[in-house]
């Protein structure tokens, strides 16, 4: 099994739309977690870190499942600027410094 | 603040060319590192610096190396260029420790012919 899973879509939506993404994980030891956002030909970002009571940011709702080992990203009325690469992150525990990044989720919002 | 840098943003060799792609960052962090990204293979670890004077290999180090120059700079060598090292680079840093963020920088695009 992978250590990061993600499903790489394309998820194609209409502008308005709800969509979710999830994100398997599997060290269950794992100390933190975050959502990056990749343009087309950019450098990743972070969009928002994911934290065990679950976060919101504006249309953006990050959550984690700790029994499942996943994590999820909500994204409620999507928007054409949406559209780009979503990269989950999971940092191990220990001493290791090096995060484990998902190979990514393509997300398409159309008219 | 500029975040992170790297220098050159696209750059073609030949086979067995030899070149340094620069990376420095002006946030303070301790640890930086190195990826590459290749389509449909996401991003690969190829070293990391955990602090300055530290250095260690990733996921994919062959055919590299690095040198962390001082806490801000942190260089990554191609000492024979091949074709299986065309890719996106990026360089990243982050504050040290398991749960902290990576920033990154814009990366620089790499073709060997």
């Known amino acids: 099994r992978k250590e990061v899973e993600q499903d790489p879509g394309p998820f194609n939506v209409p502008e308005g739309a709800t969509v979710a993404f999830n994100c398997t994980y599997s060290?269950?030891?794992?100390?933190?977690f975050f959502w990056y956002r990749q343009d087309c030909r950019k450098e990743p970002k972070l969009l928002m870190s994911?934290?065990?009571s679950g976060n919101e940011d504006g249309r953006f709702t990050a959550q984690l499942n700790r029994a499942s080992q996943y994590i999820s990203l909500l994204i409620r009325d999507s928007k054409l600027s949406d559209s780009a690469t979503y990269l989950c992150?999971?940092?191990?525990?220990?001493?290791?410094?090096?995060?484990?990044f998902g190979r990514g989720t393509s997300l398409i919002v159309h008219p | 603040n500029a975040g992170v840098t790297q220098t050159p943003k696209f750059q073609v060799l030949k086979t067995g060319q030899s070149m340094t792609l620069q990376c420095a960052q002006d946030?303070?962090?301790?640890?930086m590192y190195w990826y590459r990204q290749d389509p449909g293979m996401g991003l690969r670890l190829i070293y990391y610096?955990?602090?300055?004077?530290?250095?260690d290999k990733g996921e994919v180090p062959n055919g590299y190396n690095v040198s962390r120059l001082n806490k801000r700079e942190f260089s990554l060598r191609l000492e024979s260029a091949a074709p299986s090292q065309t890719s996106v680079y990026f360089c990243?840093?982050?504050?040290?420790?398991?749960?902290?963020?990576?920033?990154f920088g814009p990366g620089t695009r790499l073709t060997v012919t």
């Open positions: 990243a840093s982050s504050v040290t420790g398991q749960l902290y963020e990576q920033y």
């Open positions: 060290n269950s030891a794992s100390q933190s």
């Open positions: 994911v934290y065990s």
């Open positions: 992150v999971v940092n191990p525990p220990g001493g290791s410094y090096i995060p484990t």
């Open positions: 946030m303070n962090h301790n640890s």
């Open positions: 610096s955990a602090s300055e004077g530290t250095t």
